[in-house]
């Protein structure tokens, strides 16, 4: 499967933002489905992931309780709802996707988008 991510910019501190991940070449049905970000100078962390139903989600540290994914299997899309942004929250966000269900690891996944930056003034 094929991943496009969009939706990112430039937003002030406790702003909103929904990135889209639109997924092309197969079915997202197939697949968990993931968002991970990269800060200046930072390591690739895991955000959130959703499974293959949209039922069920997982979120790390960063993301718990500001921010929500959601799926719409119809639309192929994968969404990340992210409130209350902080400037510590600038970073190229990624989807990523796998067949099988949602890990923390970004080893496990095997799809990947371009990425697409966010950025949260102070």
């Known amino acids: 499967v094929q991943l496009q991510a969009s939706g990112g910019g430039l937003v002030r501190a406790g702003g909103s933002l929904k990135l889209s991940c639109q997924a092309s070449?197969?079915?997202?049905?197939?697949?968990?489905a993931a968002w991970f970000r990269q800060g200046p100078g930072k390591e690739r962390v895991f955000v959130g992931g959703?499974?293959?139903?949209?039922?069920?989600?997982e979120y790390g540290d960063p993301a718990r309780g500001r921010f929500a994914l959601s799926k719409d299997n119809d639309k192929n899309m994968v969404y990340l709802q992210m409130n209350r942004l902080k400037p510590e929250d600038t970073a190229v966000y990624y989807c990523?996707?796998?067949?099988?269900?949602?890990?923390?690891?970004?080893?496990?996944?095997?799809?990947w988008g371009q990425g697409t930056q966010v950025t949260v003034s102070s």
């Open positions: 959703i499974n293959w139903s949209g039922g069920a989600t």
């Open positions: 990523a996707a796998r067949k099988g269900p949602v890990r923390t690891s970004e080893d496990f996944y095997d799809s």
């Open positions: 070449g197969d079915t997202l049905r197939r697949y968990g």
